[in-house]
């Protein structure tokens, strides 16, 4: 393939303007270094001398601003109002600031206002290595490999070559086998929600009356006894729950024949579509708002999608109202709460 | 005062003595420190995020001095009323600690966080800047390639540091995190329990996540630095175009003390900056977020600045219909393509970018003269079209703030933005070509016929002309340094005999990338358009002095042979202006220096 | 003007153009920054139900109908109760400018006593949530902690973690709550005005109201670590480093590269 490359820069250097006529360079050449323009303080004493005591200066004030460091840490209390913190972190961080910029401003000023500022040029080379070298490497790697005998030797070759191979399995083994705990990820399908699980507010794990959750009310529920689980965050992670109630003429649909009681519907409070805490209920339309990437879900009509990337419903958690008058579950939810994954349906 | 500095000075020279005996350093002093360094601002973009890595680093062990990477259980008893008994793990107590009861460590956690920030943005700018100079040609590549991989490894400190305290907002996107590995195909939910150790949140995270950001990426960070610093040091730095640089050269101002002085101030500069912000503004307030829960959630769930355009992806993304289920198996899509592909395609086409415009561009040879972005049209206006795409997904990201600031509706913002992300990016991409191309005219036009200066001059048969003042040489070189580089000539398909050519195929792949980058173009001027220019003028020169002639003379106007619609513009309409007498010697000034 | 161009490739250039950016940024930010209304407590008054029913004909009538049963247009106040009356009135939420599912807080339209009377002819037509006592809604009382634990739980996902205030769908948002006086926290909690829900009594007891009331007013202290920034994490973290830290070091940059005249 004739790759059609353009001139070498470098190269119009060769190329001479003729004056005959006719004929003229392909290119303009390189005029060389702008001749050097001295500064003020070049030229001017006190210019110099001036620019020498503002540096000096620039240092005292680094020495000023480690000197209100140290005082601010002696001197200013850390206390325990946000007011004395806020104080404590200000003039630490004042003296740190002055303590600092002080010696920056400083040495930049100084090379740039008294130290040699004529531009100097350095040659460049190519990277690659000169023929001789490369012609040298080569016969290196050969005489090696021939002192080593691997060419010859094809079964040490294969020994060699799986030996390495395989020798990181020691390490990687056990570190798979005991990384992901068990492996048992059919663990994402089961919540404790058991049938008659009572229905608690969360944080405070008070269990909910039906009379109590009236119209319009937004109730953030945990299983009642989820103290009892052996890792209550992670069971909390999937178990957590919105309660809502509603006119029982607006509710529209839900997931299943029974799930709800007189208008009060319980839904998981964990997106379908990556995970966020979908909380944000408005009242007026029914409508749940995730915050994060603001899926948006219509509790009146069985929390299908109404907006945003979700794609699923929010799984229905059935409830039902036991003797004395509590909101408990029916059964724990249909369908793998949260967000969706490979054998979510196996 | 003498006998001072007599001592002191023996002194060195007894322990440089010393060193050089063991090492051999003197070599090396002699060789570095007169090393010469180009001077442009834009060159001190890496050094903010070199030296916000420093302040990171003196920061992050004076935290790690405090903070306990534990999950287990405590109750915060202290200073801070709101979680006075408040049920939490060890790592959030440990930081609400080192925040309120440790003198100076509030300061040291904002540096900390701020300077996170800065590193990243700055990595940012100072890519930007590489990319739109064309500095990762040849010799570079391989270094772009080291400087992309410490991006992502910026991105995997910074993401791993962020979710340390436990609070619930990174604690949010943590469970972001897990239902995204989780949308992965067949290894998803295994993947999230190789992260978790389990099920989400479980007992493990934090301590793996500190092992991570302390030890693993920083590790990895560090070593690749010094690649980095390694590989720009063997290079050399590129220049700017401008007298006298050229691609075997490097002009600027030497290591020791110019350099030395200069890079040491702003790495106090740099820390200063972070310490006003640390000292001033608070940030990351986990306090405020409490210990993290899985029912809780705040308005404002959003990852740092960095991880915004992910946020904004998922959020662009529409749910209905892109969650497929195959054979019983879950592809979530609505997952998938936002948080996976197209990640994938931004870092993908940052990472492979040198080596495409390398083979579009046929070109073999080193590059230590940087590009004007004008003079490379296609790359800069990719570039603008990639940042547009980027800021639009930035945005999206923060959509609710934007919504709740200044009174939109979330919906509206996020269905526009549906739109722009692909619309955006290809105006954008059309503009900045459009804009870079006309830069180029305006170069060409300059070169040709110099700066208007406003004089009108009437002459004898009534005709106005506005005088014309040419270009200094050293103004015009900058205007007509650079190449034209043209789109790839290949050989036919079959040779003389009729003969179907092996690798046709692949050339003709080649010229068509090729055409895409250089089919629209403006060349610089050449010395015979020039001339051609000012003998147009000639009939109108006032004076010219003999010695300029030679500038003069009538030449064949054309341009290069593959020249398009710019260069044949740009050649034309020399005609109606006056040129006023050069002052300068061309031949005298052309070298000597 | 043409000085202005002359000076456009000046060195410090970039510095001041920074500073106007800055500047502008700052500026906008005070003028758009959401305000909110000061809404003085009512001092305790006698019940003057006729006068309120005066003021509710000549100023509510025309939406919720002249007996305050509802219509289309707006929902029935019988059995609101006083508290829901003073909430919107008192924040100046009613009588709405127009109609939609957002009121906006805006200057109230009535004095302290004409609130009152309004709130006592609406508690006259049907039993609803009364007026909380001064000592019901007193921060000092509240356990900060507590309420910083409920807090997040039922109110920071739509106003934020500190009561910033958050966006809700289709344009409507939750308002900042950290200027908003304690009655009228209290009475936003029990009645749930527009999109908000209800937090009775049985999910939020009286004292809990109060722990919660008691974190809001917490968060009206200063931030240890300075200014705020809005207090709205991260997005607004990330423009501060743009504008400001890379703003200043790019500034520095242009400073250190620049010759020295």
């Known amino acids: 393939m004739s790759m059609q490359h353009n001139p070498v820069p470098g190269n119009t250097e060769a190329v001479e303007v003729h004056r005959d006529g006719g004929h003229y360079p392909d290119r303009f050449e390189n005029p060389g270094l702008e001749e050097h323009r001295p500064r003020l303080g070049d030229v001017d004493p006190a210019a110099n001398k001036r620019a020498e005591r503002q540096i000096v200066a620039l240092f005292l004030v680094s020495l000023l601003g480690t000197i209100v460091f140290i005082a601010a840490y002696f001197v200013v209390p850390l206390g325990d109002t946000p007011e004395s913190m806020q104080r404590s972190n200000f003039f630490l961080g004042l003296g740190l600031f002055l303590s600092l910029f002080g010696i920056g401003a400083a040495a930049v000023h100084w090379a740039k206002a008294l130290m040699n500022d004529h531009e100097r040029a350095e040659e460049r080379h190519p990277q690659r290595s000169s023929d001789e070298n490369r012609a040298g490497a080569i016969q290196a790697l050969k005489d090696g490999a021939e002192d080593s005998g691997i060419g010859r030797r094809g079964v040490l070759k294969g020994a060699f070559a799986s030996a390495l191979a395989i020798f990181p399995l020691t390490i990687a083994l056990p570190l798979i086998g005991e990384v992901g705990e068990d492996w048992d990820v059919s663990k994402f399908k089961h919540t404790w929600w058991k049938k008659g699980t009572k229905l608690a507010l969360d944080p405070s794990g008070e269990p909910i009356k039906a009379a109590d959750v009236t119209i319009g009310s937004v109730f953030h529920v945990i299983p009642e006894d989820l103290h009892e689980a052996e890792h209550p965050l992670d069971e909390k992670a999937k178990a957590v729950v919105l309660l809502i109630r509603m006119d029982p003429r607006d509710l529209r649909s839900e997931q299943g024949e029974g799930w709800s009681y007189d208008g009060i519907v319980a839904f998981s409070k964990i997106c379908t579509h990556v995970g966020c805490p979908v909380a944000l209920y408005e009242q007026q339309t029914h409508h749940l708002l995730c915050p994060c990437h603001q899926s948006t879900f219509d509790v009146a009509d069985g929390a299908k999608v109404v907006f945003g990337p979700a794609n699923r419903p929010l799984p229905q958690l059935p409830i039902e109202v036991d003797d004395e008058g509590y909101i408990v579950a029916q059964s724990d939810f249909h369908e793998p709460v949260g967000p969706s994954y490979w054998e979510r349906l196996k | 005062m003498s006998t001072t500095t007599t001592r002191t000075g023996a002194a060195a020279g007894a322990t440089a003595d010393y060193l050089d005996q063991r090492t051999g350093i003197g070599t090396a002093v002699k060789t570095f420190a007169r090393k010469i360094f180009p001077d442009h601002w834009s060159f001190l973009l890496g050094e903010i995020a070199l030296f916000s890595l420093v302040v990171l680093i003196i920061s992050g062990v004076f935290l790690t001095m405090f903070f306990v990477p534990s999950m287990a259980e405590t109750h915060y008893e202290g200073p801070w009323a709101a979680m006075n008994g408040v049920e939490m793990s060890e790592a959030f107590a440990s930081t609400l600690r080192l925040s309120f009861e440790v003198r100076g460590g509030l300061l040291m956690r904002q540096i900390h966080h701020w300077a996170a920030l800065l590193f990243m943005a700055a990595i940012v700018t100072h890519m930007m800047r590489v990319f739109f100079t064309g500095a990762f040609r040849k010799p570079r590549e391989i270094n772009w390639v080291v400087g992309f991989v410490l991006l992502i490894l910026g991105l995997a400190a910074g993401f791993s540091g962020y979710s340390l305290p436990d609070d619930v907002l990174s604690g949010n996107g943590l469970r972001i995190t897990d239902g995204v590995v989780r949308s992965i195909p067949i290894i998803g939910s295994y993947l999230s329990y190789f992260i978790f150790g389990g099920e989400f949140p479980g007992q493990d995270l934090i301590p793996r996540l500190f092992t991570v950001h302390v030890l693993l990426v920083p590790g990895l960070i560090l070593a690749l630095v010094g690649l980095h610093l390694l590989l720009v040091v063997l290079h050399k730095h590129t220049q700017y175009p401008g007298s006298g640089r050229t691609d075997t050269n490097v002009v600027g101002y030497p290591l020791f003390p110019t350099y030395t002085a200069k890079a040491g101030g702003f790495f106090f500069l740099v820390f200063a900056v972070i310490a006003l912000m640390a000292a001033t503004m608070t940030i990351n307030p986990v306090w405020n977020y409490g210990p993290y829960d899985p029912s809780p959630v705040s308005a404002g769930a959003q990852p740092d600045w960095y991880m915004l355009f992910l946020e904004g992806a998922l959020r662009l993304m529409p749910g209905a219909g892109t969650e497929w289920v195959i054979g019983g198996y879950t592809l979530s899509l609505n997952v998938l393509i936002p948080a996976v592909v197209v990640p994938g395609i931004l870092f993908t086409v940052l990472a492979v970018w040198p080596f495409v415009e390398a083979a579009a561009t046929g070109d073999k040879r080193e590059h230590h003269v940087l590009d004007r972005p004008r003079n490379a049209p296609f790359r800069t206006a990719m570039g603008v079209a990639i940042l547009t795409a980027f800021t639009v997904l930035v945005l999206a990201g923060s959509n609710d703030i934007i919504g709740a600031q200044f009174s939109m509706s979330i919906n509206d913002i996020i269905e526009v933005f549906r739109v722009l992300f692909f619309v955006l990016p290809v105006l954008a991409f059309w503009i900045t070509k459009r804009i870079c191309l006309g830069l180029q005219r305006k170069d060409r036009e300059l070169v040709l016929h110099g700066h208007e200066t406003g004089r009108i001059v009437r002459f004898a048969h009534g005709e106005y002309i506005e005088v014309h003042r040419p270009l200094d040489e050293h103004e015009r070189w900058l205007l007509v340094q650079h190449e034209a580089r043209r789109p790839l000539e290949i050989e036919p398909a079959e040779d003389s005999r009729g003969v179907r050519r092996k690798g046709y195929g692949r050339d003709r792949l080649l010229q068509r990338l090729s055409r895409l980058f250089y089919e629209d173009r403006v060349e610089p001027v050449t010395p015979a358009e020039l001339a051609a220019a000012h003998s147009h003028g000639e009939h109108d020169t006032i004076a010219a002095p003999e010695r300029n002639e030679s500038t003069r003379l009538v030449g064949t106007a054309t341009g290069g042979s593959g020249s398009q619609e710019g260069s044949a513009t740009g050649a034309v309409g020399g005609g109606q202006h006056l040129v006023e007498p050069e002052t300068g010697n061309p031949e005298t000034d052309a070298r000597n220096r | ?261």
């Open chain 3, 1 to 261: 003007m043409k000085a202005l161009a002359a000076r456009r490739h000046h060195r410090y250039a970039p510095a001041v153009l920074l500073l106007l950016a800055l500047l502008l940024t700052g500026g906008l930010y005070a003028v758009l920054a959401p305000q909110v209304a000061d809404a003085a407590p009512a001092a305790a008054g006698s019940d003057d139900i006729a006068t309120g029913e005066k003021i509710f004909q000549a100023n509510c009538a025309t939406c919720h109908g002249p007996s305050a049963e509802g219509t289309d247009a707006a929902p029935s106040l019988v059995g609101v109760g006083a508290a829901s009356v003073d909430f919107q009135v008192g924040t100046g939420r009613m009588p709405m400018q127009a109609n939609g599912p957002q009121a906006p807080a805006k200057e109230v339209q009535f004095t302290d006593e004409q609130v009152e009377q309004l709130a006592a002819f609406v508690a006259s037509l049907g039993a609803g949530p009364s007026v909380p006592s001064e000592e019901m809604v007193d921060p000092a009382a509240g356990d900060v902690a507590n309420g910083m634990a409920l807090f997040r739980t039922n109110c920071a996902m739509c106003h934020n973690a500190v009561g910033a205030g958050g966006a809700l769908s289709e344009g409507k948002w939750a308002p900042s709550v950290v200027e908003t006086s304690p009655r009228h926290i209290y009475e936003a909690m029990l009645t749930g005005p527009q999109s908000m829900p209800v937090f009775n009594d049985a999910n939020l007891s009286p004292e809990e109201k109060r722990d919660i009331i008691a974190y809001i007013d917490a968060q009206r202290e200063p931030s240890p670590g300075g200014i705020k920034l809005g207090s709205l994490g991260p997005v607004s973290e990330g423009v501060w480093i743009w504008l400001v830290g890379i703003g200043l070091l790019i500034g520095t940059s242009v400073w250190i590269g620049a010759r020295s005249s």
